[in-house]
């Protein structure tokens, strides 16, 4: 679905933030990008839909290679991947629901879009979309009245209104608090595997990312050093990726419902 070939950014200070990535993921899996600050991570989910310009190397997904693709074409392409930012990218005079209906942008025509008169299916699909997050008496709140973790359920609900291929999605829970996190992350992986979705999730937080993908890609330095399932990290891994440190408190064991278990004596 997803498929990167030997990509390569280099800034023109000469730094190379991307080493020939080769990087492939089928449809509906939910990944997540950890190392060190300064991996590679940020650059690696906006080179994929190219608001960081590859150096070099190819994006497909499905049949489409983005790399080459002009503006029109990647402006169609761009539609099929929704973006979750860290910092939440909303307008804060805007409404709730104007903010998810932005996400349908690249969809209406310039006139409907500056007016913001958007198809009644639209507002009905924005409507839907904030009853499953739990915001749907908020739809008419500015969106500079909302605490953090609400915020980023409207930053899903305009990203999913694209109804994308793919998620990138970056950094989601660093300015939330622990309950909030795990709120989010939960709910990010049950909209992937409600609609199918496949999803590269950008994270700091090694335990959380353990609790709820399925896959984790470690990167440091601008190169993969561990591709594997949550359960493969082990301190040795770890290590590799983010240099010596004790990180048994780090790993922790889940059940089946991602509740952490005390690990046996």
Request: overall charge negative; charged content about 30%; aromatic content about 6%.
């Amino acid at each position: 679905m997803l498929k990167l070939k030997k990509l390569v950014k280099t800034y023109r200070t000469g730094d190379q933030a991307l080493k020939a990535i080769d990087l492939e993921m089928p449809e509906g899996q939910v990944l997540a990008l950890i190392g060190p600050s300064g991996a590679g991570k940020s650059t690696l989910i906006r080179c994929i839909n190219r608001l960081v310009e590859p150096t070099s190397g190819e994006v497909w997904l499905d049949d489409l290679e983005l790399t080459h693709l002009k503006a029109s074409g990647l402006r169609r392409a761009r539609r099929e991947m929704g973006m979750i930012f860290q910092e939440y990218a909303l307008v804060e005079r805007l409404t709730v629901m104007e903010n998810v209906l932005s996400g349908r942008l690249g969809y209406v025509g310039f006139w409907r879009s500056l007016t913001r008169r958007y198809p009644q299916s639209d507002v009905d699909e924005a409507f839907r979309l904030l009853d499953r997050v739990g915001l749907l008496a908020m739809a008419d709140k500015r969106a500079d009245e909302l605490s953090g973790g609400q915020r980023q359920r409207v930053g899903i609900c305009r990203a999913l209104i694209q109804n994308p291929k793919l998620l990138l999605v970056d950094e989601p829970t660093a300015s939330l608090d622990p309950k909030t996190s795990r709120q989010i992350m939960r709910l990010i992986c049950e909209l992937c595997a409600e609609r199918g979705l496949a999803a590269i999730i950008n994270i700091h937080d090694v335990a959380l990312a353990q609790m709820f993908v399925q896959r984790v890609v470690g990167l440091r330095f601008g190169a993969i050093e561990f591709d594997g399932p949550p359960e493969a990290l082990t301190p040795d891994v770890l290590t590799t990726i983010y240099g010596e440190e004790d990180w048994e408190a780090t790993i922790k064991k889940v059940d089946d419902d991602g509740n952490e278990i005390e690990a046996a004596e």
